[in-house]
């Protein structure tokens, strides 16, 4: 008999917020191209954002905010809504307009807050982010946006060096002009092991955007020429969500990446992030039968060995195969479990500053006391739990744990 974790995803709540802003997205992009000949850059979905104004906030519920581009370069803000009428037909709604130089255009009963007034939508979008809960979903058409938004400093990152004229050149000779940027080598030493059908048939790999494309891409160097990388697909914005492990093994924590990349594996992909600069940072992501995905860092250029899997990490991982990883994947579930019943807010994230469910210890200071691994520990408490059936409390559960290892420890010592 299965268990039930076997047969548990997370796909309904993703699959209604990739609805909406599809629905969104399909009809305001016909529409603004053939009428105002804008292009839709961008769409941000909250269940609720608020505006502080000077008569008090206003909160909206279930906002769309779609970034557009005029012909001129100009960017504006439409604050849209999904609207059903009673014979359930559905059409989209817009009631705020914010321009370029934050002047507020609004509608309906809005006005009496937001007439004659500014909004700086950096600061009401970093405000609002934040919060958790409130942002639901991202959609971005391209990354044009970024590239006109970046500061002279960022772009000339972006200006092709050696390397990327190299690459670019060689795939030319190929009948392929990509137009990269972003390039940025893969420096991790054990990427192959994870991914030897993806990873193996070169020691020199590469990530990198492409601007004819409009698709993150993998390059690598094969009989001293670089080429795509035919075993990885062009990587497509996605909103199913990964469980992401760092490097140290010290944070687990569930959240959707930029794009996935699929593989010639149905069980592996490749996991898109973008860091604080704009630059492409990549893990690999292990595809579990019940559709979760678990996904562990890779160290990249510019990034010094601490970006490197930890040793005991990657053995565990490694050695103990897909069962470990599924358990693992599930930990996650359990604890958002345990924070609905015991009335904490659900986070996603586990790390070491946080407590241990209904306790009075962190992580961190279990790890303390165990030598052990955040990953380890997660997974043995959340087995514990189980078995109990509930019926056993938290406390009494970390103090076994913790007597369990100072067995295990004592006994070393002794053997030495």
């Known amino acids: 008999m299965e268990e039930k974790t076997e047969q548990y995803t997370f796909g309904p709540e993703e699959k209604d917020i990739l609805e909406k802003l599809n629905k969104v997205e399909s009809s305001v992009e016909g529409y603004i191209q053939e009428r105002y000949q804008r292009e839709l850059i961008k769409t941000k979905y909250y269940s609720e954002m608020v505006i502080n104004?000077?008569?008090?906030?206003?909160?909206?519920?279930?906002?769309?905010?779609t970034e557009e581009q005029d012909p001129n370069g100009k960017v504006s803000y439409h604050f849209r809504w999904i609207k059903e009428n009673k014979n359930g037909e559905k059409s989209i709604e817009e009631n705020i307009v914010v321009d370029e130089e934050g002047k507020v255009f609004s509608s309906g009963g809005l006005d009496e807050y937001l007439k004659n007034s500014k909004i700086d939508m950096e600061k009401l979008f970093e405000e609002n982010d934040i919060e958790k809960g409130r942002l639901k979903g991202i959609s971005e058409k391209s990354i044009q946006k970024s590239e006109i938004e970046q500061s002279k400093e960022e772009q000339k990152q972006e200006e092709p060096n050696?390397?990327?004229?190299?690459?670019?050149?060689?795939?030319?000779?190929?009948?392929?002009?990509?137009?990269?940027?972003?390039v940025r080598k893969i420096k991790d030493s054990h990427v192959a092991e994870r991914m030897p059908e993806v990873f193996g048939d070169s020691d020199e790999h590469a990530q990198a955007y492409s601007n004819k494309l409009h698709r993150f891409v993998m390059l690598e160097k094969v009989n001293?020429?670089?080429?795509?990388?035919?075993?990885?697909?062009?990587?497509?914005?996605?909103?199913k969500s990964i469980i992401s492990i760092d490097e140290q093994g010290e944070s687990i924590e569930r959240k959707v990446p930029y794009a996935l990349m699929k593989t010639n594996r149905d069980d592996k992909e490749i996991a898109v992030n973008l860091g604080a600069y704009g630059e492409i940072e990549i893990e690999?992501?292990?595809?579990?039968?019940?559709?979760?995905?678990?996904?562990?860092?890779?160290?990249?250029?510019?990034?010094?060995?601490?970006?490197?899997?930890?040793?005991?990490?990657?053995?565990?991982?490694?050695?103990?195969?897909?069962?470990?990883?599924?358990?693992?994947?599930?930990q996650v579930e359990n604890v958002e479990e345990q924070q609905k019943e015991s009335g904490q807010e659900v986070d996603s994230q586990i790390t070491e500053a946080d407590y241990i469910?209904?306790?009075?210890?962190?992580?961190?200071?279990?790890?303390?006391?165990?030598?052990?691994?955040?990953?380890?520990?997660?997974?043995?408490?959340?087995?514990?739990?189980?078995?109990?059936?509930?019926?056993?409390q938290p406390q009494s559960i970390i103090q076994r744990i913790i007597e369990d290892y100072q067995m295990v420890s004592h006994e070393h010592n002794i053997g030495h």
């Open 162 to 182: 050696d390397e990327t004229q190299e690459i670019e050149e060689d795939l030319k000779e190929q009948g392929q002009d990509l137009g990269l940027t972003r």
């Open 224 to 239: 001293e020429s670089w080429q795509l990388n035919k075993n990885v697909e062009p990587a497509r914005t996605t909103w």
């Open 53 to 65: 104004t000077d008569k008090g906030p206003i909160t909206l519920k279930d906002v769309f905010i």
């Open 284 to 330: 690999t992501v292990d595809v579990l039968p019940c559709q979760e995905r678990v996904a562990r860092g890779v160290r990249e250029e510019g990034q010094g060995l601490e970006g490197e899997e930890n040793a005991e990490i990657r053995r565990d991982l490694n050695t103990q195969g897909k069962e470990y990883i599924h358990e693992l994947a599930h």
């Open 357 to 392: 469910p209904n306790t009075d210890k962190t992580w961190g200071e279990l790890m303390e006391e165990t030598g052990e691994s955040l990953p380890n520990l997660v997974e043995r408490y959340n087995n514990e739990m189980t078995k109990s059936n509930g019926k056993e």
